[in-house]
């Protein structure tokens, strides 16, 4: 139960610090507008215009970090039902454990025979 308490903590945690990001941004972007429109450098068509885009931009990014959030969320759940059925994932994406050690990587000293043998003919490799 406490795995759900924290993931609804910090869900709410991460909605409500993108909600205030996104609202500041649309707030200062108003605010930028009408400082520019005051002094003469922004017509209204302008100004609306630029707050549009402003709003429209930021709406975007907002999504984006929520799907994300939604995404990682809904795998983690999904690796525990997972791991409370005791089964692994169709699509083959779960980690397996390793059965045998890992092979040596030997490029390093092929390389370096080759080389002596270019270098020296077959007494090198003899030696």
Do not use: W
């Not at 209204?44 to 999504?63: D, L, Q």
């Not at 990682?72 to 699509?91: D, H, I, K, M, Y």
């Amino acid at each position: 139960m406490n795995n759900y308490v924290d993931l609804a903590r910090t869900t709410s945690k991460y909605t409500m610090i993108f909600t205030i990001l996104g609202e500041m941004v649309g707030v200062l972007s108003i605010i930028v507008g009408i400082m520019l429109a005051t002094r003469g450098m922004l017509s209204v068509g302008e100004f609306a215009t630029f707050t549009s885009y402003c709003f429209t931009i930021n709406g975007c990014i907002v999504r984006v970090v929520g799907q994300i959030g939604k995404h990682s969320e809904r795998r983690g759940v999904r690796q525990a039902f997972l791991r409370v059925c005791g089964q692994t994932p169709a699509c083959g994406c779960a980690r397996k454990p390793r059965t045998s050690a890992r092979k040596t990587d030997n490029r390093h000293e092929k390389k370096k025979r080759l080389h002596e043998i270019r270098r020296g003919g077959r007494q090198a490799e003899k030696t």
